[in-house]
């Protein structure tokens, strides 16, 4: 058996890639889904995963204890665009842990009251408001986000209607989430730290790997911070963009971008096959 190619240029990271070679059967790799996975598009619809990330997931999977991707997506989505469905024991927790998939089985809560009220009140808010051309909302069900990715100037609009956004998520008891040209209202107490935490809960596992690419990640980083701290050891990774650099200070192991990823991913297969 050989050490994966991919370097870490922290200690810890290198622990966690250590563990991963020693026992991988035990490891837990998870992965966030757009701008981890999938590249970023203008429009969150027409968002595809890599063209290698299936094909990469479906090796290393039976290779590992588990694999799972934690998003904001309704996990069928993410499975959909991803096409995952055939990917060998995989995982989703959707609308960050709220929804889980597996084994083509999918769990579904009811969204809580807010979110329908958010939905009613939004769309009438933004238009009142001014909100410059090219702010779209996405329905998440569980979840609403703003995007101002179409705007001629995204990161203006974005800064324009947070104050707006914030005082509806403080009026319908929802939290806000930003991300790359995106402000998210979601219930709140979840994150993908606590989901991960929360998947992790009734395993042992020899290592822990996350990659991200997004603020959002950031909770998933914290997770895995914490999970050193206890013993286990994990690897940060991100998936690099110019967009957001917090995660990249943060990170074991740059990539770049979903690209990177299926290549780390495809290493980490080869080096465990």
């Not at 837990?28 to 996975?37: I, K, S, Y």
């Not at 995952?84 to 927790?93: C, E, I, K, R």
Request: net charge negative.
């Amino acid at each position: 058996m050989t050490a994966p190619s991919v370097n870490s240029r922290t200690a810890a990271g290198g622990e966690a890639l250590a563990a991963f070679r020693k026992a991988p059967a035990d490891a837990v790799v998870a992965l966030d889904f757009d701008g981890t996975l999938a590249p970023i598009v203008e429009d969150p619809t027409e968002a595809r995963a890599h063209p290698g990330a299936a094909p990469a997931l479906a090796r290393l999977a039976p290779l590992v204890g588990a694999v799972v991707i934690v998003t904001g997506r309704p996990a069928a989505l993410a499975v959909e665009y991803g096409g995952f469905a055939d990917v060998p024991g995989l995982q989703v927790l959707g609308q960050y842990g709220l929804e889980r998939w597996a084994d083509g089985e999918l769990t579904v809560p009811e969204p809580p009251p807010g979110v329908a009220e958010a939905r009613a009140k939004l769309p009438a808010m933004l238009e009142a408001a001014g909100a410059p051309e090219g702010v779209h909302i996405e329905d998440k069900q569980h979840a609403l986000a703003v995007h101002t990715r179409r705007c001629a100037e995204p990161q203006v609009a974005l800064d324009r209607l947070r104050g707006l956004v914030e005082a509806l998520a403080e009026r319908t008891g929802l939290h806000v989430e930003p991300g790359r040209y995106v402000l998210e209202l979601r219930p709140p107490g979840i994150d993908k730290g606590l989901a991960l935490r929360d998947f992790l809960a009734s395993r042992t596992p020899s290592a822990v790997l996350y990659a991200g690419d997004d603020l959002g990640d950031l909770a998933a980083y914290a997770a895995v911070d914490a999970l050193r701290a206890e013993g286990v050891p994990g690897l940060k990774i991100c998936s690099g963009s110019t967009e957001v650099t917090a995660l990249a200070e943060q990170a074991d192991v740059v990539v770049d971008g979903p690209a990177g990823v299926v290549v780390l991913l495809e290493e980490l297969a080869a080096a465990v096959s």
